[in-house]
């Protein structure tokens, strides 16, 4: 079977490092897809060591790595948990998540996630899944569409283009990534049209993947599986992501402070270790993808 392409991983070594590889450990890489941070993790692992990776598009199935000490589950992440157990795994030493859509997933066209190709509504991460863009975009009610433009997208006019998208489709379905564009042109900023594009899109693809409550759902399950002094390893791409990921590591919840005790003290399950990590100006020229990324570790205590 033919490998699928994949671009070089964003912060490889730091991402890879943040773990604090034991050879004799068990580690999981949650968004496995070239495999290039599962390769590195295995370059650090010894004989007994063991590495489980999750990725829930089929593509990355042809990346599978050929070696006794590596799993790979062709299933999303929020159900991390439940899979380890099931190949008899309760603690882990590590956790590694490269968040948001794969460089892969951009470049193929028909997948529908980048604003560069015209192509059919899809961007969805597990093409087996039945709700697609196709469906938000022809489906929803204009208030959710509005909720979803205001939240995911962080659009201030998302009342005018869920009222735009209502208002044409009403005429026939949107069933292109063009005719979504056609229908919202009006809205472009001069000079901002690609980010505000970017943003639209951005909010279409969550809402189709789950991204955010698959998010939340899956860090409240590290604090179940890592093992104490194990540690987690995450980049997220934007801020929606990157908010969830620095409140769960502060305080070990979404919303709120943790309670303190009479002497004033609080229970959180993480430790920081070290500061926000952002690729180097070199990396970023040579992978424009990374200029967004945010790396995050932390230790359980």
Not at 49 to 64: C, M, V, W
Request: proline fraction near 3%; avoid cysteine; charged fraction near 30%.
């Amino acid at each position: 079977m033919k490998q699928t392409e994949y671009h070089n991983p964003v912060l490889l070594k730091e991402t890879v490092d943040g773990l604090g590889i034991k050879p004799d450990g068990i580690y999981v890489d949650v968004t496995f897809g070239g495999g290039g941070h599962s390769r590195e993790i295995l370059k650090r692992l010894g004989p007994n060591g063991k590495l489980y990776a999750f990725d829930q598009d089929k593509d990355a199935l042809t990346n599978a790595i050929d070696d006794d000490r590596f799993v790979l589950i062709n299933e999303n992440f929020r159900f991390i948990k439940r899979f380890l157990r099931f190949h008899g795994v309760r603690k882990v030493n590590g956790v590694l998540g490269d968040f948001g859509v794969s460089s892969h997933q951009f470049d193929v066209a028909e997948r529908g996630f980048s604003t560069r190709f015209e192509a059919d509504l899809d961007m969805r991460m597990n093409q087996d899944h039945e709700l697609s863009a196709y469906h938000v975009v022809n489906e929803y009610d204009e208030s959710d569409l509005r909720m979803m433009f205001l939240q995911y997208g962080e659009l201030r006019n998302a009342p005018k283009l869920a009222r735009a998208i209502v208002g044409a489709r009403n005429k026939q379905p949107i069933k292109t990534s063009l005719e979504l564009k056609e229908i919202l042109k009006p809205f472009m900023v001069k000079h901002k049209e690609h980010k505000i594009l970017a943003q639209i899109y951005q909010a279409i693809r969550i809402e189709v993947n789950q991204e955010i409550e698959v998010l939340k759902e899956f860090l409240m399950q590290t604090q179940e599986i890592l093992d104490i002094g194990g540690r987690v390893s995450f980049i997220s791409y934007h801020s929606l992501e990157d908010r969830l990921v620095k409140r769960f590591i502060r305080n070990g919840m979404f919303e709120g402070e943790p309670e303190k005790d009479l002497y004033g003290n609080v229970s959180v399950p993480f430790k920081r270790v070290g500061k926000l990590i952002v690729p180097s100006e070199e990396e970023i020229k040579i992978n424009n993808r990374a200029r967004s990324a945010k790396l995050r570790v932390a230790e359980r205590i």
